[in-house]
T-cell receptor, first 110, second 114 residues
């Protein structure tokens, strides 16, 4: 099973880009990388996912290295409302399970 | 659409009591799941279902039962509550089978077992 590792916490100045790294060196070819975030004690919120190619949506960009061993979630212009715990997750395609890790606590400061 | 709803929002139980946490979704999603989140920790998968009549175990299934008689509802039953089950419980749903698609989470049920 692929596992993901993330830094425990990060800071980012408001208006700057937040780059959140994730290591998934044991990911297999058919495992997607998902990103969710959890603001305070609310239910997690989907951000983005990808397999091989870089992805972008209205919330963020996902950059996956060519060897797929790591990825970076980019919030291009962080705001105070982006303060949250960000989870990088490897989706186990054959098991239908989405397994969360402990995530990165991002603090955006003024 | 109400999305994913969970009841109750808060619950206090005594050790040994039983209860059912309710989860419902109005998006006609096939896939539903239950997670628990202990303080300062990430979410851990308890049970999941890929459609009505089909359920399977997640990472931490012991002490919990589930059933899926309809597409809309996915209740989680604690048969004999223990203090170790004090946690916040989240229900989620997604379209299609499996967790491939975006999962929508409910607001959570905060359970304390004394």
């Amino acid at each position: 099973d692929a596992k993901t590792t993330q830094p425990t916490s990060m800071d980012c100045a408001e208006g700057r880009a937040a780059n959140l790294p994730c290591n998934h060196s044991t990911i297999s070819g058919n495992e997607y990388v998902y990103w969710y975030r959890q603001i305070h004690s609310q239910g997690p919120q989907y951000i983005i996912h990808g397999l091989k190619n870089n992805e972008t949506n209205e919330m963020a960009s996902l950059i996956i290295t060519e060897d797929r061993k790591s990825s970076t979630l980019i919030l291009p212009h962080a705001t105070l409302r982006d303060t949250a715990v960000y989870y990088c997750i490897a989706y186990y395609y054959n098991t239908d399970k989405l397994i969360f890790g402990t995530g990165t606590r991002l603090q955006v400061f003024p | 659409n109400a999305g994913v709803t969970q009841t109750p929002k808060f619950q206090v139980l005594k050790t040994g009591q039983s209860m059912t946490l309710q989860c419902a979704q109005d998006m006609n999603h096939e896939y539903m799941s239950w997670y628990r989140q202990d303080p300062g920790m990430g979410l851990r998968l308890i049970h999941y279902s890929v459609g009505a009549g089909i359920t399977d175990q997640g990472e931490v299934p012991n002490g919990y039962n589930v059933s899926r008689s309809t597409t809309e509802d996915f209740p989680l039953r604690l048969l004999s509550a223990a203090p170790s089950q004090t946690s916040v419980y989240f229900c989620a749903s997604s379209s299609g089978t499996g967790g491939y698609n975006e999962q929508f989470f409910g607001p959570g049920t905060r359970l304390t077992v004394l």
